[in-house]
């Protein structure tokens, strides 16, 4: 059985996750290797530029933020959702004088593929590793039911 993380997460303690290279080390269970977390961050307090191990969806709960993303730059309001791949560094900034408020799901790719397992289900990663150079990492809001997807978030949290 896989233990919930139900807690609210800020800057600070985002940032005590972050190693001195950038490195967000997060610890997953065995058995589900899959963390939901919900960030409110506030702009006194800068997110370090960081990357990591798992596969991550972002889900934009209140307000906007940036997220540079190599040398890309995305601007993204409420209900948008960016998908951050293994080891590609990034940072996410507020705009001035505003918070904002995230909801991350972050799992290890071994959880949905393995090199021993089937063929098919590296499928379902592909939009994590298959970077064409008009590829975006931001999906707007009006593109899909955000609100299914946000109920799926706080269902899996």
């Known amino acids: 059985m896989r233990k919930k993380n139900n807690s609210l997460f800020d800057v600070l303690s985002l940032n005590k996750e972050i190693d001195e290279k950038g490195k967000h080390i997060m610890e997953f269970s065995p058995e589900f ?3 939901v977390r919900e960030y409110n961050f506030k702009f006194e ?75 098919i289900d590296f499928e379902y990663l592909r939009p994590f590793y298959s970077r064409s150079p008009k590829f975006q990492n931001l999906i707007p809001s009006d593109s899909f039911d955000h609100q299914k997807i946000l109920e799926n978030f706080y269902y899996i949290k």
């Open 45 to 119: 307090f800068p997110v370090k530029p960081n990357f990591h191990d798992s596969l991550e969806i972002m889900f934009i709960l209140k307000n906007r933020a940036i997220l540079q993303y190599g040398e890309k730059k995305y601007n993204f309001k409420k209900g948008d959702i960016l998908i951050v791949g293994k080891n590609e560094l990034h940072h996410c900034f507020q705009y001035e004088n505003e918070s904002v408020s995230l909801m991350f799901l972050k799992f290890l790719p071994e959880m949905i593929y393995s090199f021993s397992g089937y063929d």
């Open 33 to 35: 290797p899959l963390v």
